[in-house]
T-cell receptor, first 113, second 114 residues
Framework: QKEVEQNSGPLSVPEGAIASLNCTYS??????FFWYRQYSGKSPELIMS????GDKEDGRFTAQLNKASQYVSLLIRDSQPSDSATYLC?????????????FGKGTHLIIQP | NAGVTQTPKFQVLKTGQSMTLQCAQD?????MYWYRQDPGMGLRLIYY???????DKGEVPNGYNVSRLNKREFSLRLESAAPSQTSVYFC?????????????FGSGTQLSVL
């Protein structure tokens, strides 16, 4: 069974600091990785996707992928109170996306003003 | 452009009652998915439909049935609701024509089974 592991938190970070969120996955053949943000009572929204080893930057967000270690991370620079949410790591299986994504349990992030 | 529309938004059932959750997308997507989300459990796949005319079980299919009515609509049915099915249900879709494609989510249905 495919597994995606995240620390559930809460992770508390001061405003303006860097928030670091981590995720490990079990399916070594996985090729596509996603970070979704979910505010309380809302549906998940995609903030980052990454497919190759290394870093991918988009504004204040940086996704990092290490397939050898089966590890994905998300860095949020200059954290803002509006970044307070649950962050879900999602992995597309080795068979492609036809059977959906496997999600981690999410990390609850709190940015302290 | 409405995207993915789910109805109802809230529902309270008694144990043993049945109901159908409706989902429709207007983006001409091939694939549709039903997830449930429980506190501390993340999103778990119940059923999915890779294309019109096909459905397959996901991680937690017991107690549910689905129907891909046409390309737009994918419904989830609880034949005899149980308290363990109290959850937030999300429908999602994408074209699924290439790897790494994002999911578009509906706004969710909060279901309570008493």
């Amino acid at each position: 069974q495919k597994e995606v592991e995240q620390n559930s938190g809460p992770l508390s970070v001061p405003e303006g600091a860097i928030a670091s969120l981590n995720c490990t996955y079990s399916d070594r053949g996985s090729q596509s990785f996603f970070w979704y943000r979910q505010y309380s009572g809302k549906s998940p929204e995609l903030i980052m996707s990454i497919y190759s080893n290394g870093d991918k930057e988009d504004g204040r967000f940086t996704a990092q992928l290490n397939k050898a270690s089966q590890y994905v991370s998300l860095l949020i620079r200059d954290s803002q109170p509006s970044d307070s949410a649950t962050y879900l790591c999602a992995v597309e299986g080795s068979g492609g996306g036809a059977d959906g994504l496997t999600f981690g349990k999410g990390t609850h992030l709190i940015i302290q003003p | 452009n409405a995207g993915v529309t789910q109805t109802p938004k809230f529902q309270v059932l008694k144990t043993g009652q049945s109901m159908t959750l409706q989902c429709a997308q207007d983006m001409n997507h091939n694939s549709m998915y039903w997830y449930r989300q429980d506190p501390g459990m993340g999103l778990r796949l119940i059923y999915y439909s890779a294309s019109e005319g096909t459905t397959d079980k996901g991680e937690v299919p017991n107690g549910y049935n689905v129907s891909r009515l046409n390309k737009r609509e994918f419904s989830l049915r609880l034949e005899s609701a149980a308290p363990s099915q109290t959850s937030v249900y999300f429908c999602a879709s994408n074209t699924n024509r290439r790897r790494g494609e994002k999911l578009f989510f509906g706004s969710g249905t909060q279901l309570s089974v008493l």
